[in-house]
C-alpha cells in the first residue's frame, strides 16, 4: 500500500517524459501552480475533480487509465 493509504499510482511523469514536455508546461496549459503539479507528479495528491482530470487528459492526449492505476492489494 502507498504511504497515503491508498493504492492510486499516478502515472504523470511517464506521460510528460512521452510527450516530452516540462512540468512547468503542464502545470500552465493545465491551469494548476507548479506546486500542485509537483503534488500529483509525485503522488501526494489526496483527490481529484473531474473537472480537473478532464484538463489533464485533454492537455496529455490520454485517458483516464493511462494517468491513473490501482495496485494489488498484496492481502488478496
Do not use: Q, W, Y
Not at 6 to 16: A, F, G, I, K, T
Not at 27 to 33: K, N, P, S
Request: hydrophobic share 40%; charged share 25%.
Amino acid at each position: 500500500m502507498t504511504s497515503a493509504g491508498h493504492r492510486v499510482v499516478c502515472h504523470l511523469d511517464e506521460l510528460l517524459l512521452e510527450r516530452r514536455m516540462t512540468l512547468t508546461a503542464f502545470a500552465d496549459l493545465v491551469g494548476f501552480t507548479l506546486a500542485n503539479a509537483s503534488i500529483l507528479k509525485n503522488g501526494h495528491a489526496r483527490s481529484m475533480r473531474f473537472s480537473t482530470l478532464t484538463r489533464i487528459c485533454d492537455v496529455l492526449e490520454c485517458e483516464p487509465g493511462d494517468l491513473l492505476t490501482v495496485e494489488r492489494d498484496p492481502a488478496k
